[in-house]
């Protein structure tokens, strides 16, 4: 059996990369709401797949990598970054994130990203610039 660093590998790879969604059922069952550490806070497989693929429909070219993952007992942390470009352009994106999650039996049960969104959507140009600076001096987006 894979070790958790290995399950996280594998998410990343077969469905974010490959786009093969059959992997997914095999990779990523959330345990039901009791059981999460945060009820509700973690995607559902159908969630999944519709944020992976608005990212990959936003990003062409795509790239990702995992930069560290640090494992702790049934829990594994991941920074994970994907690059690429604007989609229908040459525009340069790079949008990070930092992830938890809990693996058991070589599945994700659990899945807590946080997601540098901000920076992703002014990298998008659906944004304007600097916008977390802007709303840090009291300034709202309209």
């Given at each position: 059996?894979?070790?958790?660093?290995?399950?996280?590998?594998?998410?990343?790879?077969?469905?974010?990369?490959?786009?093969?969604?059959?992997?997914?059922?095999?990779?990523?069952?959330?345990?039901?709401?009791?059981?999460?550490?945060i009820?509700?806070?973690?995607?559902?497989?159908?969630?999944?797949?519709?944020?992976?693929?608005?990212?990959?429909?936003?990003?062409?070219n795509?790239?990702?990598?995992?930069?560290?993952?640090?494992?702790?007992?049934?829990?594994?942390?991941?920074?994970?970054?994907?690059?690429?470009?604007?989609?229908?352009?040459e525009?340069?994106?790079?949008?990070?994130?930092?992830?938890?999650?809990?693996?058991?039996?070589?599945?994700?049960?659990?899945?807590?990203?946080?997601?540098?969104?901000?920076?992703?959507?002014?990298?998008?140009?659906?944004?304007?610039?600097?916008?977390?600076?802007?709303?840090?001096?009291?300034?709202?987006?309209?």
């Amino acid at each position: 059996m894979a070790n958790k660093k290995d399950t996280i590998f594998r998410w990343y790879q077969e469905v974010w990369i490959n786009g093969r969604w059959e992997q997914m059922d095999e990779i990523y069952r959330p345990a039901a709401d009791e059981d999460c550490l945060i009820p509700g806070a973690t995607a559902d497989p159908e969630e999944a797949r519709e944020i992976v693929t608005a990212l990959n429909c936003l990003i062409s070219n795509h790239k990702l990598r995992i930069i560290n993952v640090i494992e702790e007992g049934d829990w594994v942390s991941a920074l994970v970054e994907m690059t690429g470009v604007k989609a229908g352009t040459e525009t340069p994106v790079e949008v990070r994130w930092l992830t938890m999650s809990r693996v058991e039996d070589g599945c994700i049960v659990e899945s807590y990203p946080q997601v540098n969104l901000l920076s992703f959507f002014e990298q998008l140009g659906q944004l304007p610039p600097h916008s977390f600076e802007l709303m840090l001096g009291g300034s709202a987006l309209r």
